[in-house]
């Protein structure tokens, strides 16, 4: 007998997109959700193959093969060393665990028609890519995969782009994507069965309360920027405790700098600052691009960016007709891999001087920068225009490798380009910004 479910476990029962997460917080009924799907969907459609993915056997059976092996007693039969439970009309449940990339081989060449990926931030968006691969086959039955998630993790970045942010890359079609919220809330069997539960989840540290109570995305364990605050609205129209505000027009005596990150077969960026009579700095403009791989956009070779650069800088209000100072990744004066991009760059009027590429020095400068003073204003404020800055700064982690530095797996395009540019700019610590203006002006 299988329990009534709730409200959002049956929407996600009903769900019918091709990727459907459901998720975003402790507690939501997730599993429950998972098992009942499955074993509904195996009953319903005679030869249909589906398959739960979890990042290790040991979690796969208890949260999902020991309680199916009692919910579908005398309707299937389970086969211990394929992990594999065969019903009486022919339909598979295979269970199969996945501790890293280097394991994807074993996937190679499967078949299924529905696939579980339980916990789904656990594993890296090259996983995610290669399990996708793997939905096809010849019978008419719709194709989907249902995705279960909570904020953090290795693959914490890609989850929150696709179903949260819904920021797409070409070929990815919105349509396919649907995200269903679950809080412990939601969850009515666990707040009776288990009330400490709940007391558990709030008693957390405020971090991890805001991501595992409350569903925060822009908030998870490990996160390098914890100290970028994107503020509500008033909080954004009054400049203050936030970093991300709304645009104003920008002085014709502000100071303006630009800073460059080129990526090889990844996105670029190009970032324009305002420094104000105080010295607080301000992100006005970017341009943000990709210049390799085509599944993340437009592909932008060196000549289109600087030209574009060039245009922007000589049309836009802000910047036409001002002394502009560059800073750039100090990689694009390398002419090893043929003509330097400083060069290309050069020959269309964007010049640069080489970023001091001082990597935890730099981060400290960055932290710096974002920090507030006693009246809230912080010393750097991004316009919400800037998109790209504004969704990839807070998604960055900590390096697992050098704990003091930041994970360069990450989308860090934006965080290097900011880096040099603080750089260029240093301030100091315990300096109130209106002090600083005898250093910068």
């Known amino acids: 007998m299988i329990d009534k479910p709730g409200a959002k476990q049956e929407l996600f029962l009903r769900e019918k997109h091709r990727y459907i997460a459901f998720g975003g917080a402790r507690g939501g009924g997730k599993s429950w959700a998972v098992r009942v799907k499955a074993l509904l969907l195996c009953l319903r459609y005679a030869g249909i193959k589906v398959m739960i993915i979890r990042k290790t056997y040991n979690e796969l059976e208890a949260n999902h093969i020991i309680p199916l092996k009692s919910m579908a007693q005398g309707v299937m039969r ?61 019978n008419d039955f719709p194709k989907r995969i249902y995705l279960t998630c909570n904020p953090g993790g290795i693959g914490h970045t890609w989850v929150k782009r696709l179903f949260i942010d819904k920021c797409y890359n ?39 309360k805001k991501a595992w109570l409350e569903g925060d995305w822009d908030i998870f364990e490990g996160q390098f920027f914890d100290d970028f605050v994107i503020g509500d609205k008033r909080a954004q129209s009054e400049r203050l405790w936030t970093h991300v505000i709304e645009p104003f027009e920008i002085p014709s005596d502000y100071v303006i700098y630009r ?43 060196p000549d289109r960016i600087f030209k574009e650069i060039h245009a922007i800088e000589c049309g836009h209000r802000w910047l036409k007709n001002r002394q502009i100072i560059g800073v750039a990744d100090p990689s694009i004066w390398d002419a090893s891999r043929g003509e330097a991009i400083i060069d290309t760059a050069d020959r269309n009027f964007v010049h640069f001087d080489k970023g001091d590429n001082s990597r935890i020095a730099g981060w400290m400068q960055c932290h710096k920068r974002l920090a507030f003073d006693e009246k809230g204003k912080p010393g750097v404020q991004f316009f919400n225009t800037c998109e790209n800055a504004i969704r990839t700064l807070p998604l960055l982690r900590y390096s697992e490798l050098r704990p003091e530095d930041l994970d360069t797996t990450g989308e860090d395009h934006f965080a290097d380009s900011f880096r040099y540019f603080c750089m260029a700019r240093p301030i100091k610590a315990k300096t109130s910004f209106k002090d600083e203006r005898s250093i910068f002006i």
């Open 170 to 208: 070409k070929g990815e079609d919105p349509n396919d994507y649907c995200f269903i919220r679950s809080k412990v809330f939601d969850n009515k069997a666990l707040l009776t069965s288990d009330p400490d539960y709940l007391k558990q989840l709030e008693a957390l540290p405020p971090k991890l």
């Open 78 to 138: 389970y086969n211990e060393s394929k992990k594999q439970m065969t019903f009486c009309n022919g339909s598979t449940l295979t269970f199969r665990s996945c501790r890293s990339d280097a394991e994807l081989d074993k996937f190679q060449g499967t078949e299924f028609d529905v696939l579980f990926i339980d916990e789904a931030t656990q594993f890296s968006e090259q996983t995610w890519d290669k399990l996708k691969a793997c939905l096809r086959g010849v």
């Open 259 to 301: 800073s460059f990150d080129f990526g090889y077969s990844r996105p670029f960026d190009c970032s324009w600052w305002a420094i104000d009579y105080d010295g607080r700095a301000y992100l006005i403009l970017q341009l943000y691009g990709c210049t390799g791989n085509p599944n993340e956009g437009v592909k932008w070779d």
